[in-house]
Protein backbone atom coordinates (compact mmCIF):
# COMPACT_ATOMS: atom_id res chain seq x y z
CA UNK A 1 0.00 0.00 0.00
CA UNK A 2 1.21 3.22 -1.12
CA UNK A 3 1.26 6.47 1.52
CA UNK A 4 -1.19 7.71 -1.16
CA UNK A 5 -3.29 4.46 -0.63
CA UNK A 6 -3.19 4.97 2.89
CA UNK A 7 -4.57 8.72 3.06
CA UNK A 8 -7.22 7.46 0.11
CA UNK A 9 -8.39 4.89 3.40
CA UNK A 10 -7.83 7.18 5.94
CA UNK A 11 -9.96 9.45 4.19
CA UNK A 12 -12.82 7.31 3.54
CA UNK A 13 -12.87 6.19 6.93
CA UNK A 14 -13.34 9.28 8.15
CA UNK A 15 -15.95 10.10 5.76
CA UNK A 16 -17.85 7.86 7.54
CA UNK A 17 -16.89 8.54 11.44
CA UNK A 18 -17.54 11.99 10.64
CA UNK A 19 -20.26 12.75 8.55
CA UNK A 20 -22.35 9.75 8.99
CA UNK A 21 -23.33 11.06 12.46
CA UNK A 22 -23.49 14.19 11.53
CA UNK A 23 -26.26 13.35 9.16
CA UNK A 24 -28.10 11.77 11.44
CA UNK A 25 -27.48 14.34 14.91
CA UNK A 26 -30.80 16.21 13.99
CA UNK A 27 -32.62 12.74 13.46
CA UNK A 28 -31.80 11.56 17.01
CA UNK A 29 -33.66 14.33 18.54
CA UNK A 30 -36.32 14.90 15.99
CA UNK A 31 -37.04 10.50 15.44
CA UNK A 32 -36.65 10.37 19.13
CA UNK A 33 -39.92 12.68 19.98
CA UNK A 34 -38.97 13.29 23.59
CA UNK A 35 -42.36 13.65 25.79
CA UNK A 36 -40.57 15.52 28.87
CA UNK A 37 -37.34 17.59 29.71
CA UNK A 38 -35.68 13.67 30.96
CA UNK A 39 -35.64 12.88 27.45
CA UNK A 40 -35.15 15.53 25.27
CA UNK A 41 -32.01 16.06 27.53
CA UNK A 42 -30.57 12.43 27.10
CA UNK A 43 -31.53 12.92 23.13
CA UNK A 44 -29.33 16.04 23.07
CA UNK A 45 -26.05 13.85 25.31
CA UNK A 46 -26.54 11.63 22.26
CA UNK A 47 -26.55 14.52 19.31
CA UNK A 48 -22.96 15.41 22.23
CA UNK A 49 -21.66 12.59 21.57
CA UNK A 50 -21.79 12.14 17.99
CA UNK A 51 -20.80 15.62 17.74
CA UNK A 52 -17.55 14.48 19.02
CA UNK A 53 -17.34 11.84 16.31
CA UNK A 54 -18.08 14.44 13.65
CA UNK A 55 -15.40 16.76 14.68
CA UNK A 56 -13.18 13.65 14.69
CA UNK A 57 -13.88 12.36 11.50
CA UNK A 58 -14.22 16.22 9.70
CA UNK A 59 -10.57 16.93 10.98
CA UNK A 60 -9.61 13.79 9.81
CA UNK A 61 -11.32 14.57 6.45
CA UNK A 62 -9.68 17.80 6.18
CA UNK A 63 -5.97 17.14 6.50
CA UNK A 64 -6.13 13.91 4.31
CA UNK A 65 -7.76 15.83 1.78
CA UNK A 66 -5.24 18.35 1.83
CA UNK A 67 -2.78 16.12 2.10
CA UNK A 68 -3.91 14.32 -1.02
CA UNK A 69 -4.28 17.69 -2.82
CA UNK A 70 -0.48 18.34 -2.08
CA UNK A 71 0.98 15.32 -3.56
CA UNK A 72 -1.26 16.12 -6.34
CA UNK A 73 -1.08 19.36 -7.01
CA UNK A 74 -3.45 19.55 -10.17
CA UNK A 75 -5.75 18.77 -8.09
CA UNK A 76 -6.03 22.58 -7.64
CA UNK A 77 -6.78 23.34 -10.81
CA UNK A 78 -9.73 21.07 -10.81
CA UNK A 79 -13.39 22.46 -10.35
CA UNK A 80 -14.44 19.04 -8.32
CA UNK A 81 -11.43 19.74 -5.46
CA UNK A 82 -11.46 23.28 -5.04
CA UNK A 83 -15.28 23.05 -5.18
CA UNK A 84 -15.07 20.19 -2.45
CA UNK A 85 -12.64 22.58 -0.55
CA UNK A 86 -14.73 26.00 -0.52
CA UNK A 87 -17.83 23.74 0.61
CA UNK A 88 -16.15 21.88 3.64
CA UNK A 89 -14.81 25.46 4.80
CA UNK A 90 -18.13 26.97 4.27
CA UNK A 91 -19.40 24.08 6.32
CA UNK A 92 -16.60 24.52 9.00
CA UNK A 93 -17.39 28.12 9.70
CA UNK A 94 -20.99 27.47 10.33
CA UNK A 95 -19.69 25.87 13.56
CA UNK A 96 -19.08 29.21 15.53
CA UNK A 97 -20.94 31.02 13.02
CA UNK A 98 -24.47 29.53 13.21
CA UNK A 99 -24.86 26.45 14.82
CA UNK A 100 -23.29 27.47 18.03
CA UNK A 101 -25.11 30.66 18.55
CA UNK A 102 -27.96 28.81 17.93
CA UNK A 103 -27.57 25.88 20.24
CA UNK A 104 -26.29 28.33 23.18
CA UNK A 105 -29.68 29.13 24.03
CA UNK A 106 -30.97 25.32 24.20
CA UNK A 107 -28.14 24.98 26.40
CA UNK A 108 -29.42 27.56 28.86
CA UNK A 109 -32.52 26.74 28.89
CA UNK A 110 -31.38 22.97 29.67
CA UNK A 111 -29.43 24.24 32.38
CA UNK A 112 -32.21 26.93 33.89
CA UNK A 113 -35.39 25.00 33.09
CA UNK A 114 -36.74 22.95 36.42
CA UNK A 115 -39.51 21.80 35.05
CA UNK A 116 -40.39 17.99 33.18
CA UNK A 117 -42.41 20.00 30.85
CA UNK A 118 -40.87 20.50 27.11
CA UNK A 119 -41.11 24.29 27.24
CA UNK A 120 -42.83 26.14 24.27
CA UNK A 121 -39.97 28.10 23.45
CA UNK A 122 -37.45 25.04 22.68
CA UNK A 123 -39.58 24.71 19.07
CA UNK A 124 -38.98 27.80 17.72
CA UNK A 125 -35.05 27.45 19.30
CA UNK A 126 -34.62 23.71 17.82
CA UNK A 127 -36.39 24.88 14.56
CA UNK A 128 -33.93 27.43 13.97
CA UNK A 129 -30.65 25.18 14.75
CA UNK A 130 -32.10 22.22 13.02
CA UNK A 131 -32.83 24.39 9.66
CA UNK A 132 -29.47 25.27 9.85
CA UNK A 133 -28.13 22.21 10.25
CA UNK A 134 -29.98 20.86 7.52
CA UNK A 135 -28.39 23.49 5.25
CA UNK A 136 -24.94 22.09 6.51
CA UNK A 137 -26.00 18.23 5.73
CA UNK A 138 -26.61 19.32 2.77
CA UNK A 139 -23.28 21.28 1.94
CA UNK A 140 -21.72 17.76 2.80
CA UNK A 141 -24.30 15.83 0.25
CA UNK A 142 -23.19 17.99 -2.02
CA UNK A 143 -19.10 17.36 -1.12
CA UNK A 144 -20.07 13.50 -0.83
CA UNK A 145 -21.43 13.69 -4.34
CA UNK A 146 -18.35 15.59 -5.99
CA UNK A 147 -16.19 12.80 -4.21
CA UNK A 148 -17.51 10.03 -6.38
CA UNK A 149 -18.49 12.03 -9.58
CA UNK A 150 -14.74 13.40 -9.45
CA UNK A 151 -13.02 12.84 -12.79
CA UNK A 152 -10.90 9.68 -12.36
Known sequence: ???YNLLVFIH???AIIGMGPGLVMTL??????????TELKHAFRIRNTLHILTMIGGTLL???GIWMGLLNPYWFTQGWYITSLVLFLIAL???PLLLKPRSQPIK?????????EIPKEYDSLSQKLFYAE???NMIFLIII?????KPL
Not at 145 to 149: F, G, P, R, S
Open 1 to 3: MTF
Open 12 to 14: IFA
Open 28 to 37: VVTAAKPSNM
Open 62 to 64: LIT
Open 93 to 95: AFG
Open 108 to 116: QLFRDYTGE
Open 134 to 136: HIE
Open 145 to 149: ALMII
